[in-house]
């Protein structure tokens, strides 16, 4: 049952994000650089066509451009006046032709208070800021921050697929991801307060690696008869080792979300959280999925074993492709 819809899921991935982890937000910075000036930057990413990246804008009734607003461009910066102080202003990213799933990270420097960072949907066009953070919106926020990162992150779901093949039955399964779930919420934390510091490329590399060395686990599980190995028989060991690495992976993004200094811990535990809900979210439609195809599709039932190798050298092909990719950019 948990095998049969692997490839539909698989291919599904690796067609929207073949990349792994390149879905990079339109970034926009807000610094109160006095108590009426604002200064506006924003870095998008170039994934766009000429002419189709967004205006950035600052709105509120008492703020107009202290210069001329710059034409829309991959990089850019304006200077706002305002005449009044301690405002509740919007960001607006107008896209002249349509978002195409950019998600938007926007942050706050104000010059008393402590620096906002809202993390938010394609769907969302306006961002307000100015208003102080309440434990509430902070925990939306992370929340779904979280849930959105393990959902677009190709890589960490591959390798979920990986740990879903070799655990076999839905106890072990249960088991195996409740480890993996354990150990990368030591290392994202331990990493996000700046206790313990990893390369970044050199974390996205050996977590290319982890995916491969599970692909290449499961396709001599079935290429050899009777072949068993560590990783078969202690499934919650590999996947808890495994897990350390993959939190160093969630906390690089973590880290460029940042943290509100006054409710640093509440915000890492809403991400931990999001992650969390996002990967259980994964299970349940590969569960759904194969249900449904083996209710409605005979030959995928019978098939199970020949439709799980072809998953698998996919994942292993792509998984080989980021691990050559990082190792480059690593050197």
């Known amino acids: 049952m948990i095998r049969a ?7 599904f991935v690796f067609m929207s994000q073949i990349t792994a982890d390149e879905a990079r937000p339109v970034y926009v910075e807000i610094d109160q650089v006095s108590p009426l000036k604002y ?5 998008i990413p170039p994934v766009m066509a000429e002419g189709e990246e967004p205006r950035i804008s600052l709105e509120h009734a008492s703020c107009n451009l202290a210069m001329d607003q710059p034409s829309a461009g991959l990089l850019g910066r304006a200077l706002y006046e305002c005449s009044e102080t301690d405002l509740k202003f919007d ?7 349509g978002n195409p799933a950019l998600t938007s990270l926007v942050v706050f420097k104000g010059l008393f208070s402590d620096p906002q960072q809202i993390f938010s949907g394609p769907e969302v066009t306006t961002i307000t800021l100015g208003a102080l953070d309440e434990p509430l919106d902070v925990s939306k926020q992370y929340l779904f921050a979280g849930i959105e990162h393990i959902l677009v992150g190709s890589d960490h779901l591959l390798f979920i697929v990986c740990l879903i093949v070799i655990a076999r039955s839905f106890k072990r399964l249960v088991l195996t991801v409740t480890g993996f779930t354990a150990a990368h919420s030591i290392t994202l934390s331990l990493a996000t ?14 977590i290319a690696l982890s995916i491969l060395l599970l692909a290449v686990e499961i396709i001599k599980h079935y290429r050899i008869k009777d072949h068993t190995s560590f990783t078969w028989r202690y499934p919650i060991t590999v996947s808890s080792v495994f897990g350390l690495l993959h939190g160093f992976g969630f906390a690089v993004v973590l880290q460029e979300l940042g943290l509100p200094q006054s409710m640093k811990i509440h915000a890492l535990l809403f991400f931990n959280i999001g992650v969390e809900i996002g990967q259980l979210l994964f299970i349940a439609a590969v569960m759904a999925v194969s249900l449904l195809a083996i209710k409605l599709i005979p030959a995928v039932g019978k098939s199970q074993a020949m439709i799980t190798q072809l998953s698998i050298y996919v994942i292993g092909s792509c998984s080989a492709y980021w691990l050559f990719e990082r190792t480059i950019l690593l050197l």
Request: include cysteine; proline fraction near 3%.
């Open 91 to 97: 960001i607006r990213l107008i896209y002249p032709v």
């Open 39 to 43: 200064s506006v930057r924003w870095k």
């Open 193 to 206: 307060l700046n206790i313990v510091q990893v390369r970044t490329e050199l974390v996205e590399l050996l």
């Open 5 to 11: 819809a692997l490839a539909f899921l698989c291919l």
